[in-house]
């Protein structure tokens, strides 16, 4: 099987700057719905039309480790919609000389899965040219829609509910191959 994909970054801050700023999410990824601040928190994360992820904060080692599982997924552009379901996006802090070495690693992203060209190509964007920007010099380019259209969908009741019904499932050690009740599922009737 082949590695998760990875991006590693160096920048002239401290341990604990990289690790406030990888948890202002809205800096240099977009908006969600939830928070992203305590062991459990929630939250989600929407681009109209195209996909969406619900996560649940992991680990939080304060300078040192943030880790987040995708409890529910859907992702438009790909045949298994559901594959980032119980994958981990984990952010590795490291002291590098003047400065902090960062390790994004997405567990479960691999070559062999359909999204990997585009997901991978997305995670370079935000996290070599975004959160790397926005340690620098305090300005990310994250994903903000018109209109709030990204918060709108996530705060959709639907939507909530297939996002909690997936963290349920994997919560209750189901593999993800039996997480339903997705948008482009087969309704039974």
């Known amino acids: 099987m082949s590695a998760d994909y ?17 948890n202002d999410v809205a800096g240099w990824w977009g908006r969600i719905t939830g928070t992203t601040t305590a062991k459990d928190d929630e939250f989600v994360y929407v681009v109209p039309g195209l996909h969406y992820s619900g996560f649940r904060v992991t680990e939080l080692e304060p300078g ?3 880790a987040w599982i995708v409890t529910g997924s859907y ?3 790909v045949d298994d919609t559901q594959e980032w379901n119980g994958t981990t996006v ?3 802090i490291t002291p590098s000389g003047d400065g902090t ?17 585009a997901c991978s190509n997305a995670w370079s964007t935000y996290i070599r040219g975004s ?17 709030d259209e990204a918060l709108e969908a996530a705060e959709h009741e639907t939507l909530r509910h297939r996002i909690e019904g997936a963290g ?3 919560n209750a050690g ?8 997705m948008p482009g599922d087969q309704q039974a009737g």
């Open 90 to 92: 984990r952010f590795d």
């Open 75 to 77: 992702l438009s552009f």
């Open 64 to 66: 040192r480790r943030i």
């Open 131 to 147: 959160l790397a920007a926005f340690l620098e010099t305090g300005v990310g380019q994250p994903n903000f829609f018109e209109g």
């Open 101 to 117: 070495q960062l390790t994004f690693t997405h567990e479960g992203l691999r070559p062999e899965v359909e999204c990997y060209g």
């Open 6 to 22: 990875t991006a590693t970054i160096t920048v002239s801050k401290t341990p604990a700057e990289v690790y406030d700023a990888i």
């Open 174 to 181: 189901w593999p993800t191959s039996r997480v339903t009740n």
């Open 168 to 170: 349920a499932a994997l």
